[in-house]
Nanobody
Framework: QVQLVESGGGLVQAGGSLRLSCAASGSIFRTNVMGWYRQVPGNQRELVAIITSGGTTSYADSVKGRFTISRGNAENTVYLQMNSLKPEDTAVYYC?????????WGQGTQVTVSS
């Protein structure tokens, strides 16, 4: 079983920055993909960014050039640096880890961007 714990959400003004962190623990295969999704009430959960264990990254078009996903020095940690935040980035952000075809999710952290 895999546990994911997120931190770093909060309230920020438009144009500001936040950094989300996620630490995974449990039975995790060395080859995996970690990432961030977000969800607004009433909408589907959408991909924000993912990173493979080899360091390959992929971003949603809406966050390219503003958000950066990275792996931490500690095994199975991932960060999301969010710059130039916009009100439309307001959502609950979820960390995910995919390993051996199985997805695990964190509890989510609220990010609110005021205009």
């Amino acid at each position: 079983q895999v546990q994911l714990v997120e931190s770093g959400g909060g309230l920020v003004q438009a144009g500001g920055s936040l950094r989300l962190s996620c630490a995974a623990s449990g039975s995790i295969f060395r080859t995996n993909v970690m990432g961030w999704y977000r969800q607004v009430p009433g909408n589907q959960r959408e991909l924000v960014a993912i990173i493979t264990s080899g360091g390959t990254t992929s971003y949603a078009d809406s966050v390219k050039g503003r958000f950066t996903i990275s792996r931490g020095n500690a095994e199975n940690t991932v960060y999301l640096q969010m710059n130039s935040l916009k009100p439309e980035d307001t959502a609950v952000y979820y960390c995910t880890l995919v390993s051996l075809g199985k997805s695990s999710w964190g509890q989510g952290t609220q990010v609110t961007v005021s205009s």
